[in-house]
């Protein structure tokens, strides 16, 4: 799943989107409420705040490696690292 | 050397738990900062980047032995920050920097008088603090470490402004040009603050590192001109430079209004910008138009003294 | 905050101090009535926040109520100085022995508030004070000690005022200054406070103004007096439409401080400018290269990037922008990259070309390498400090007028 902005965009894998728990700790972990628990339990993205990143990488600490990606539209779409 | 504090300087932050107190306590850490404990009442027991957060400031004492740390940065909400500067003067701390914005006049002026009385000192309120580049920063002044760094460098000009982003601006136009910084005060915005121009002038004039003073000024107050008195009155070995900002207030079309700090407000004609450049510059002290003119002139002044 | 007459004079009666039997009222037909109480002649004064009601024609002399509710009514139809009155307040006209002044204010050098007294009222103190200055008593006083009324007497004594009225105006005084620190104000005048032929003291006007910051905790007082929440701080003037979206932008979110004056300013040049001291500087800087601001405003305290967003948009909407200057001094808490998304994203909502419509962007600091990515990618002008904010401010204008012209 990829949500874009303007300037950041967000890519979950499919693989853990269903996943009731990560979606608990995304939610708490940003700080600009860019994730919400779906209510089917899962991960949603809230558009609106997208571009309200503040790169402070709490989201990557919180998934498994590589599961979330924090994408720079306007650097090439560089990736976001911790 | 340095003015207000240097390398073993101990300090709290009353309010250490808050969004803008925990971003602060990580940059003074990370600049060198010796801060041996925090307080925010009912928090005793947690840690902020590893400083230990108390109850009260006697507990902070009793933790470190007894030892009663040099300063404090209170960064406490309006209603609560009289409260927390008297908990630190009656502790015995005597270098106080008061950070919080829109404090009732009468609670600042107890907390002065207050501190007047203990032998303390305040800065502030509505201020961003005290730094001594390369040394140690007390406040927020600017910034996270890597961007003090790069804006401030240890030097031979000492800085005071009313504007806390503006310390930066002429710190940095002083760095760049190779001058640098002794130390640099954000004196606060207010109305009513604890450490003015004149009353900083004497710790500037003991201070060897010092060869010169810029400040930063606006409309609004009577601090410029008990500056420019304290110039008359003392024959001071610093070349004073000032800039004043908010010309534009002068205007008729502007009378009346507010702009930027709690301070500016033009209350009388002696409040005017117009009226606060004559009397600095009566009293020898030239306001350049521009923040880029400051480090020519800051040269210039400091070889005029030497040469005299 | 400033508080009509009389609202003042509530304020200065329930401190104790002795007012005339006046009444408050927005109805020409009653105020008819409150000068058939009175009985006798009366003073009708318009309820303005502005000065020079008299010369305009706002306070009038009657000798029967019906001459009363006549002048009521004009000057309740009365404009004076672009406001509208409040209402009347009508007084009965005192038998006035000598007019004397009694205030106190706020010094910043001293850092304590002043009492001052004068036995020339019904004046401009400022003026008595440069023209006679040995009718000026002052005196400062503790914030922290009980006041007591013996530094009200020294004041007094020292405007060379002695015998009966030197007893009479110091609980007057006094009560005056101990109201100025209970109650937050920045200013707290009686002038004229009149001595009447029975040799008591009456308070014939008062001028009184509380400090904003003083006002959440002088809730009790204010309700008293019937100010509501919604009368905001009275400021100086009723704000524009610029003005009350801007407030409602900065109150909608928390994070980060804007504000915005478009008041006095009639050109071309959008400013999205910050901080406190970084926007006077850079207005000057504007205007002293012969930029016309369209407005003034202030970004601080780390704004998301709705607000930042919110800001450039207004700004974008006022009349005659075209192009907008983004442009602050070195920011160490507010960051670049945020600042560069709101302003951006404001363009592009309106249907704007970011690198067309951002003359330039000049601020430095926090996070800056990732904001000027950001801004290469748009194609906007950007600079970093070694562009002062004076030669920003230039290009600023030179940019803004060549495309104006």
Same mark, same amino acid.
């Given at each position: 799943?990829?949500?874009?902005?303007?300037?950041?965009?967000?890519?979950?894998?499919?693989?853990?989107?269903?996943?009731?728990?990560?979606?608990?700790?995304?939610?708490?972990?940003?700080?600009?409420?860019?994730?919400?628990?779906?209510?089917?339990?899962?991960?949603?993205?809230?558009?609106?705040?997208?571009?309200?990143?503040?790169?402070?990488?709490?989201?990557?600490?919180?998934?498994?490696?590589?599961?979330?990606?924090?994408?720079?539209?306007?650097?090439?779409?560089?990736?976001?690292?911790? | 050397?340095?003015?207000?504090?240097?390398?073993?300087?101990?300090?709290?932050?009353?309010?250490?738990?808050?969004?803008?107190?925990?971003?602060?306590?990580?940059?003074?850490?990370?600049?060198?900062?010796?801060?041996? !404990? @925090?307080?925010? &009442?009912?928090?005793?027991?947690?840690? /902020?980047?590893?400083?230990?957060?108390? *109850?009260? #400031?006697?507990?902070?004492?009793?933790?470190? !032995? @007894?030892?009663? &740390?040099?300063?404090?940065?209170?960064? /406490?909400?309006?209603?609560?920050?009289? *409260?927390? #500067?008297?908990?630190?003067?009656?502790?015995?701390?005597?270098?106080?920097?008061?950070?919080?914005e829109r404090?009732?006049?009468?609670?600042?002026?107890?907390?002065?008088?207050?501190?007047?009385?203990?032998?303390?000192?305040?800065?502030?309120?509505?201020?961003?603090?005290?730094?001594?580049?390369?040394?140690?920063?007390?406040?927020?002044?600017?910034?996270?470490?890597?961007?003090?760094?790069?804006?401030?460098?240890?030097?031979?000009?000492?800085?005071?402004?009313r504007s806390?982003?503006?310390?930066?601006?002429?710190?940095?136009?002083?760095?760049?040009?190779?001058?640098?910084?002794?130390?640099?005060?954000?004196?606060?915005g207010d109305a009513?603050?604890?450490?003015?121009?004149?009353?900083?002038?004497?710790?500037?004039?003991?201070?060897?590192?010092?060869?010169?003073?810029?400040?930063?000024?606006e409309p609004g107050g009577?601090?410029?001109?008990?500056?420019?008195?304290?110039?008359?009155?003392?024959?001071?070995?610093?070349?004073?430079?000032?800039?004043m900002a908010g010309k534009f207030m002068d205007d008729e079309e502007m009378q009346g209004m507010s702009f930027g700090h709690a301070g500016t407000i033009v209350e009388g004609k002696?409040d005017s910008a117009t009226e606060k450049?004559?009397?600095?510059?009566?009293?020898?002290?030239?306001?350049?138009?521009?923040?880029?003119?400051?480090?020519?002139?800051?040269?210039?002044?400091?070889?005029?003294?030497?040469?005299? | 905050m400033r508080f009509f007459?009389?609202?003042?004079?509530?304020?200065?009666?329930?401190?104790?101090?002795?007012?005339?039997?006046?009444?408050?009222?927005?109805?020409?037909?009653?105020?008819?009535?409150?000068?058939?109480?009175?009985?006798?002649?009366?003073?009708?004064?318009s309820q303005v926040l502005t000065g020079g009601r008299?010369?305009a024609?706002g306070?009038?002399?009657?000798?029967?109520?019906?001459?009363?509710?006549?002048?009521?009514?004009?000057?309740?139809?009365l404009e004076i100085n672009g406001h509208m009155p409040r209402?009347?307040?009508?007084?009965?006209?005192?038998?006035?022995?000598?007019?004397?002044?009694?205030?106190?204010?706020?010094?910043?050098?001293?850092?304590?508030?002043?009492?001052?007294?004068?036995?020339?009222?019904?004046?401009?103190?400022?003026?008595?004070?440069?023209?006679?200055?040995?009718?000026?008593?002052?005196?400062?006083?503790?914030?922290?000690?009980?006041?007591?009324?013996?530094?009200?007497?020294?004041?007094?004594?020292?405007?060379?005022?002695?015998?009966?009225?030197?007893?009479?105006?110091?609980?007057?005084?006094?009560?005056?200054?101990?109201?100025?620190?209970?109650?937050?104000?920045t200013l707290?005048?009686?002038?004229?406070?009149?001595?009447?032929?029975?040799?008591?003291?009456?308070?014939?006007?008062?001028?009184?103004e509380m400090e904003n910051e003083?006002m959440?905790?002088?809730?009790?007082?204010?309700?008293?007096?019937?100010i509501?929440a919604q009368e905001g701080t009275r400021e100086g003037h009723t704000p524009t439409a610029f003005e009350e979206a801007v407030k409602a932008i900065d109150a909608a979110?928390?994070?980060g401080v804007i504000q915005g004056k478009d008041t006095g300013f009639t050109g071309n040049i959008g400013l999205v400018i910050g901080a406190g001291g970084g926007s006077l500087t850079l207005t000057d800087a504007v205007r002293q290269q012969g930029g016309k601001p369209a407005n003034y405003s202030e970004i601080g305290g780390?704004p998301?990037?709705?607000k930042a967003c919110g800001l450039a948009k207004q700004v974008l909407r006022l009349e005659g922008v075209e192009k907008i200057a983004v442009m602050m001094?070195?920011?160490?808490?507010?960051?670049?990259?945020?600042?560069?998304?709101?302003v951006?994203?404001a363009?592009?909502?309106l249907?704007?070309?970011?690198?067309?419509?951002?003359a330039?962007?000049?601020?430095?600091?926090?996070?800056?390498?990732?904001?000027?990515?950001?801004?290469?990618?748009?194609?906007?002008?950007?600079?970093?400090?070694?562009?002062?904010?004076?030669?920003?401010a230039?290009?600023a204008v030179?940019?803004i007028e060549?495309?104006a012209?």
């Open positions: 799943m990829r949500n874009d902005g303007l300037f950041i965009a967000v890519e979950i894998d499919d693989t853990i989107t269903a996943d009731a728990e990560l979606a608990k700790k995304l939610t708490e972990a940003c700080p600009v409420d860019i994730f919400a628990v779906a209510d089917t339990g899962g991960v949603e993205l809230v558009e609106g705040n997208i571009d309200e990143c503040v790169l402070c990488g709490l989201c990557l600490a919180a998934a498994p490696a590589g599961a979330v990606k924090i994408i720079k539209i306007y650097d090439e779409e560089a990736l976001l690292t911790r | 050397m340095s003015i207000l504090i240097d390398q073993n300087t101990t300090f709290i932050i009353q309010g250490i738990t808050g969004r803008e107190a925990v971003n602060l306590t990580r940059e003074c850490l990370d600049y060198g900062s010796k801060i041996v !404990g @925090g307080v925010t &009442p009912g928090r005793k027991g947690r840690e /902020v980047h590893g400083v230990p957060v108390f *109850d009260t #400031v006697e507990q902070v004492i009793e933790h470190n !032995g @007894g030892a009663v &740390p040099d300063g404090s940065v209170v960064t /406490v909400p309006p209603a609560g920050t009289r *409260d927390a #500067v008297f908990e630190a003067l009656h502790a015995g701390i005597k270098t106080i920097v008061v950070v919080t404090i009732p006049r009468r609670d600042v002026a107890m907390m002065v008088e207050l501190a007047d009385a203990k032998g303390a000192r305040i800065i502030g309120p509505n201020c961003l603090g005290v730094i001594v580049p390369g040394v140690a920063k007390m406040g927020g002044i600017g910034g996270p470490a890597r961007n003090a760094a790069v804006a401030y460098q240890p030097g031979s000009v000492g800085v005071m402004s806390g982003g503006m310390t930066t601006e002429i710190s940095s136009t002083l760095t760049a040009a190779g001058l640098g910084v002794s130390t640099a005060v954000s004196i606060g009513i603050i604890g450490s003015t121009y004149a009353e900083l002038m004497p710790f500037f004039e003991a201070d060897e590192q010092t060869e010169a003073i810029v400040i930063y000024t009577r601090m410029e001109a008990q500056l420019a008195q304290w110039v008359k009155d003392n024959d001071s070995r610093l070349p004073i430079i000032a800039f002696e450049i004559a009397r600095l510059e009566a009293a020898g002290i030239p306001v350049v138009q521009r923040i880029d003119e400051i480090p020519d002139l800051v040269k210039a002044k400091i070889a005029e003294r030497s040469a005299a | 007459e009389y609202e003042a004079r509530e304020i200065v009666k329930r401190a104790g101090i002795p007012v005339t039997d006046y009444g408050f009222t927005t109805d020409a037909t009653e105020a008819k009535e409150i000068a058939q109480r009175i009985g006798g002649p009366t003073v009708i004064k008299m010369k024609g306070v009038k002399f009657a000798d029967t109520p019906e001459e009363a509710q006549a002048h009521a009514k004009d000057i309740l139809a209402g009347v307040l009508v007084d009965p006209k005192a038998q006035v022995e000598q007019e004397y002044y009694a205030g106190v204010v706020w010094d910043g050098t001293a850092k304590k508030p002043l009492m001052l007294f004068s036995d020339m009222g019904g004046i401009d103190i400022e003026q008595v004070a440069e023209e006679h200055p040995d009718h000026v008593g002052r005196g400062h006083f503790s914030t922290l000690e009980p006041f007591s009324d013996f530094q009200a007497k020294q004041v007094i004594a020292a405007a060379g005022v002695t015998g009966r009225a030197l007893q009479r105006a110091t609980p007057v005084l006094a009560r005056l200054a101990r109201l100025f620190l209970e109650n937050d104000m707290a005048e009686i002038n004229p406070l009149a001595e009447l032929k029975d040799g008591s003291f009456v308070a014939l006007d008062a001028h009184m003083g959440p905790r002088q809730k009790a007082l204010l309700g008293a007096l019937g509501g979110d928390h994070r780390n998301s990037v709705a001094s070195i920011v160490s808490n507010t960051r670049v990259d945020i600042v560069a998304r709101g951006i994203k363009c592009l909502e249907g704007k070309d970011p690198g067309e419509t951002i330039i962007f000049r601020i430095p600091g926090a996070w800056e390498e990732e904001g000027f990515k950001i801004l290469d990618s748009y194609g906007i002008e950007y600079c970093d400090r070694s562009v002062s904010l004076w030669e920003a230039g290009r030179a940019k060549k495309a012209a």
